[in-house]
């Protein structure tokens, strides 16, 4: 099976900046797009940052100019710089990947447990 594991979540006061770690461990035989995404609480879900495997990238508009997403094929894992942070940043980050474990296995998505960034202002 696939695991994705995050670090670098933590407490920053607002203007600060944290970088965000996942990296992919177990059977992974290629992943394809990987991604952040924020839920604060009592909040749904959100898109937060994407990239392919070929170094394409996509934010939403309330992290432009902000955060910076990027990854590195050879250690399957993405990273999340985070500058000139928010309170309203504050939330649980989760990054996914579409990944195949097995060559001839179904593309599927999978999720890491999350990581906490709490922004004080």
């Known amino acids: 099976q696939l695991q994705l594991v995050e670090s670098g979540g933590g407490l920053v006061q607002a203007g600060g900046s944290l970088r965000l770690s996942c990296a992919a461990s177990g059977r992974v035989f290629s992943i394809n797009a990987m991604g952040w995404y924020r839920q604060a609480p009592g909040e749904t879900r959100e898109l937060v940052a994407t990239?392919?495997?070929?170094?394409?990238?996509s934010y939403a508009d309330s992290v432009k100019g902000r955060f910076t997403i990027s990854r590195d094929n050879a250690k399957n894992t993405v990273y999340l710089q985070m500058n000139s942070l928010k309170p309203e940043d504050t939330a649980v980050y989760y990054c996914n990947a579409d990944a195949k474990t097995r060559s001839f296995s179904v593309r599927s998505t999978y999720w890491g447990q999350g990581t906490q960034v709490t922004v004080s202002s």
């Open positions: 990239i392919t495997d070929g170094g394409a990238t």
